[in-house]
């Protein structure tokens, strides 16, 4: 909806195709693992500028990450986009033209939206989303070394329980024609 209304790419489910690609490992296995909790290396390869070929060493989720890295990176750096999640708050931090928002909302509203669009019943809907709740914390804060949800990280942060989705993405598409434009390079 926010993609199309302003014009630009929306990376999501297309991002797990682009990571596949890059990374070597089958779409089913990043879908599944992309923000599980991974092993143990890391910070010295998130380099922009790295050409480095992969240790190794590194874990299978270690490697999707620095996949993923890239792929944020070279996204961004050909023009806007909207990229949900997988730590593109840290991975564009030195980027100066990227909007940063986060939408959380409160559990009653992730609960009816989750029985509501996915039709999992009640019982199963709360157990999973505080299992993807966990390992999107977990995953956050082990690559980047910041706590999830921290707002001094984002330009942004906004209750899409309270104001519902569609006030969020005109919140959203007002905040990002106010904000500053890269120079045009023609």
């Given at each position: 909806?926010?993609?199309?209304?302003?014009?630009i790419r929306l990376y999501d489910k297309e991002f797990i195709h682009l990571a596949a690609q890059r990374s070597n490992m089958d779409e089913q296995y990043i879908a599944k693992n992309e923000q599980s909790i991974p092993s143990f290396w890391l910070k010295c390869i998130l380099s922009k500028n790295s050409e480095?070929?992969?240790?190794?060493?590194l874990s299978p989720?270690?490697?999707l990450f620095v996949a993923e890295s890239?792929?944020?990176?070279?996204?961004?750096?050909k023009g806007p986009c909207i990229i949900v999640g997988r730590c593109a708050d840290f991975v564009l931090k030195d980027e100066p033209n990227v909007l940063k928002v986060f939408c959380y909302?409160?559990?009653p509203s992730a609960l009816d939206r989750c029985i509501g669009q996915y039709n999992i019943p009640r019982d199963k809907a709360e157990a999973e989303i505080r299992?993807?709740?966990?390992?999107?914390?977990?995953?956050y804060e082990y690559y980047t070394g910041n706590k999830w949800a921290d707002p001094h990280h984002y330009?942004?942060?906004?209750?899409?329980?309270?104001?519902?989705?569609?006030?969020?993405?005109?919140?959203i598409k007002d905040l990002y024609h106010r904000f500053p434009?890269?120079?045009s390079h023609e």
């Open positions: 909806m926010l993609a199309k209304e302003l014009d480095q070929p992969l240790e190794s060493s989720e270690d490697v890239k792929i944020i990176q070279e996204l961004a750096a909302c409160d559990q299992r993807i709740n966990r390992n999107r914390i977990h995953h330009h942004l942060m906004i209750n899409t329980g309270s104001i519902g989705l569609q006030e969020a993405c005109q919140l434009q890269p120079a």
